[in-house]
């Protein structure tokens, strides 16, 4: 899968969630039921998760200004606008090519790309690592609470 590819599906799988929490969220106040929230939630936090780790890897392995890696990080947090970040960032070239820190690509300089590069030569174990990263973040924020208190 090239960078372009999995950028492009973690930015939609994040926009969808944020219309699958807002749509919970209308229900909830419109009186149909609150039971959606919950779920919608917890869905959306873990690709919000997943949608930061695959920003922070390709910002790395393309060697993004920080700018630019930020500015993608912000995206999450604004509904929908991880679909135009991810537009943009195609259009500037910024998800061009292939992974530069794959086998036989550059060598890696510094702890986070030496990272990326074993990511890249071992992708399944790389692949259970961030599951199980993002796994271990939601369940610690679970238990933190939800970002607006109740009540």
Request: positive net charge; aromatic residues 10%; proline residues 7%.
């Amino acid at each position: 899968m090239t960078p372009r590819q999995l950028y492009g599906r973690a930015a939609s799988a994040e926009a969808v969630t944020w219309t699958l929490l807002i749509l919970g969220m209308v229900l909830k106040y419109t009186g149909v039921s609150e039971a959606f929230v919950p779920v919608f939630g917890t869905l959306h936090g873990i690709v919000f998760l997943a949608y930061c780790v695959v920003t922070c890897f390709v910002w790395v392995d393309h060697r993004w200004s920080a700018g630019a890696g930020l500015l993608g990080l912000a995206s999450s947090v604004v509904p929908w606008a991880t679909v135009p970040f991810e537009r943009w960032a195609a259009r500037a070239g910024l998800l061009e090519g292939g992974w530069r820190l794959a086998p036989g690509g550059a060598s890696p300089a510094g702890p986070l790309e030496r990272l990326g590069a074993w990511a890249l030569r071992s992708p399944a174990l790389a692949a259970a690592a961030g599951v199980a990263a993002v796994a271990v973040a939601t369940a610690v924020l679970l238990q933190l609470g939800p970002p607006v208190p109740r009540g």
